[in-house]
């Protein structure tokens, strides 16, 4: 599953069977989190009064990119995309509580943003799950000026950040122009793994 795992751009529109929805997203729900805050959730969209709103918010920044990559449109034909969104709240919440010994809420005893990485690994296993069942699936991002847009237009909680979205559907190879792999190889192992100090 991990092997075949690649971000795929393009989808035939294919509705994605409810009962497979569901085991994709029960997989994003064995996501890891900090001292188990859970400080994420997800919204799907699916159909065309869902769905067109989120393309449509998206058109203007993936046109502007038209010249720097292969053509966005197919991948609006996913029947489903899922945001996965963060709360920083739960987790400054969580680790003021007695068992972990922080007696605030103050950000600064974080090293990195863990609701957003949390949040990134409920994305990662939609990935594989989406191989799993046969599917395909895309990360991409949601530009950082839109977010308030995108929040409006779902009624989506201020407290709650996109970190992206993972469209999901049945692959369409023939419409499927690539993405970055195709002019950038996968690091090779000894340029990445620093064994024993760097």
């Given amino acids: 599953m991990i092997r075949k795992r690649k971000m795929v751009r393009a989808f035939t529109g294919e509705p994605v069977a409810a009962e497979v929805q569901e085991r994709i997203l029960r997989a994003a ?3 890891p989190s900090a001292g188990f805050s859970q400080g994420y959730a997800l919204l799907t969209l699916e159909g065309a009064a869902q769905l067109r709103p989120f393309w449509e ?3 203007a920044y993936h ?3 038209a010249a720097a990559g292969p053509s966005f449109q197919p991948v609006t034909r996913a029947p489903l995309v899922v945001v ?3 709360c920083k709240d739960v987790y400054l919440d969580r680790y003021a509580r007695p068992d972990k010994g922080w007696a605030d809420r103050d950000e600064a005893h974080w090293p990195v943003p863990y609701w957003d990485i949390d949040t990134g690994f409920m994305a990662l296993l939609m990935l594989l799950a989406a191989v799993d069942e046969g599917l395909g699936a895309l990360f991409f991002g949601i530009p950082p000026h839109q977010i308030a847009a995108f ?6 909680p201020d407290a709650y950040t996109p970190i992206g979205a993972v469209a999901i559907g049945h692959p369409d190879p023939s419409a499927d122009q690539g993405g970055s792999s195709r002019v950038i190889g996968r690091r090779k192992l000894e340029d990445l793994v620093h064994r024993g100090g760097w």
């Fill in 29 to 31: 729900n064995r996501a």
């Fill in 57 to 59: 918010l998206l058109s």
């Fill in 63 to 65: 046109g502007d990119e």
């Fill in 84 to 86: 996965p969104l963060s």
């Fill in 151 to 156: 929040r409006g237009q779902y009624g989506v």
